[in-house]
């Protein structure tokens, strides 16, 4: 009979698997909590940060419409220049095929590598707008300050240098993977029931708050789980590189880096009579690009073989989905056209990472989306703390509760006898 009894136990009890597995649920969620807490929240922030800017900022950012042509390219930059100063110099910009945009001006450098903080890794980041139409600095904003430029170093790193923050985020959200394959087969009912699947899908509002929370945590935690599994797996292509390249290697299915054909401007060539070569290229690249919703022109680096480098995106805030386009330097002449079809899955897949981070891929429902995940993953550390809080104190509650009754003396055992009678033990006194 010993032997029945251990047995039905051992039915009844739960396996050493789903022991480890509620272990590691609870152990990793308590350890990286605190910084999936911060990089979802963030990310919840951040998703919308164009429509907010752009409301906030909207004198800034936007002109007044004209049928007039625009200035040249290296005019407004150099009115760009000039408002930013000599000692900030452009390295980026961004036209907006759109007829009431300003467009932006971007100077950027990296500070003291070494620095704790990513402030002091940044020298300067800063944005001047001008009007195509007139010319005028619409403003000139300093970026290393901006709010949504801080919530994103916060998402990054958590405000630290990149090279330090970068491995905890990374590490954080690798935690969060595990948490979710964890969670998903904690929440996973062990009979399809009608009462089971009330309980996994259904959170019972009129509960006390402590069933609430438990299925806002179990509920809400299934519900997001494919999308936050996306998010956390796009965050980890910038966070390792090793993930990164598995990420390459499995959708291009091959484990040679992509090769592209490597141009130089030539340094014998001149320019045209009374044209500049970056006016040129630009031309260039809009009469070939009409559709194009925005055309961002890159830095030329010193070298006289380098070459002007400019992307035309088809997308208002999308950045996989564009031409990559080479110019001469010195005449401005096109040297180089890369398209979408001239990637390898790999790279295609990579250059998505962002837009899928944060749901532009899929437009405003896609925003929509990513921003309730965020959200509910910024939920689930504070609600999974709270379910181990009270089950905690209901374990105190219930040891502090039988402590009490022996010693008042108040604890009653009952044997059976040989015959099947129930016999009264006499309570047991501390003495």
Excluded at 233 to 240: E, I, P, S
Aim: proline share 4%; glycine share 6%; hydrophobic share 40%.
């Amino acid at each position: 009979m010993g032997n029945d009894i251990q047995t039905n136990a051992k039915k009844k009890g739960k396996s050493w698997g789903k022991k480890l597995n509620a272990w590691l649920h609870l152990w990793l969620g308590l350890t990286s909590g605190i910084i999936v807490l911060i990089v979802s929240i963030t990310g919840c922030i951040f998703v919308f940060q164009k429509e907010i800017t752009e409301w906030v900022h909207h004198d800034e950012l936007f002109v007044t419409a004209r049928h007039t042509p625009v200035l040249p390219l290296s005019v407004l930059q150099e009115k760009a220049q000039t408002a930013l100063g000599k000692e900030f110099p452009v390295r980026s910009v961004f036209t907006y095929r759109s007829p009431d945009r300003a467009w932006e001006f971007l100077t950027y450098a990296e500070g003291n590598e070494n620095a704790l903080t990513i402030f002091g890794s940044t020298a300067y980041y800063k944005a001047a707008y001008v009007d195509p139409y007139t010319g005028n600095v619409t403003a000139v904003r300093d970026l290393k300050t901006d709010f949504f430029v801080i919530v994103k170093y916060l998402h990054w790193s958590l405000l630290l240098n990149t090279k330090y923050g970068q491995p905890i985020v990374g590490w954080a959200t690798f935690i969060f993977v595990i948490l979710l394959i964890t969670g998903l087969i904690l929440w996973w009912p062990k009979k399809w029931t009608k009462k089971s699947r009330e309980q996994s899908f259904r959170i019972k509002w009129s509960g006390n708050f402590k069933r609430v929370n438990y299925d806002l945590h179990n509920v809400l935690g299934f519900y997001s789980l494919l999308i936050a599994l996306v998010l956390a797996l796009t965050g980890m292509v910038w966070a390792f590189k090793w993930f990164q390249a598995t990420v390459y290697v499995v959708a291009s299915r091959s484990i040679t880096p992509p090769q592209h054909k490597e141009v130089k401007s030539d340094t014998l060539a001149l320019p045209l009579a009374g044209s500049n070569p970056l006016d040129v290229a630009y031309t260039t690249a809009v009469q070939q690009f009409p559709q194009a919703k925005r055309i961002g022109v890159f830095a030329t680096r010193n070298s006289n073989t380098a070459t002007i480098r400019m992307s035309a995106y088809w997308g208002k805030e999308t950045y996989y989905n564009r031409d990559d386009l080479q110019f001469d330097k010195h005449t401005g002449k096109l040297l180089a056209h890369e398209t979408a079809k001239d990637r390898n899955a790999g790279e295609q897949l990579i250059g998505m990472n962002y837009d899928i981070h944060v749901g532009a891929i899929a437009g405003l429902p896609g925003k929509i989306l990513a921003f309730f995940a965020s959200l509910i993953c910024a939920s689930l550390p504070v609600t999974g703390f709270l379910v181990w809080w009270n089950k905690g104190k209901k374990q105190e509650k219930k040891s502090k509760l039988h402590h009490q009754k022996r010693k008042q003396g108040e604890t009653t055992l009952y044997v059976t006898d040989g015959v099947g009678l129930t016999t009264n033990i006499p309570p047991i006194r501390n003495n």
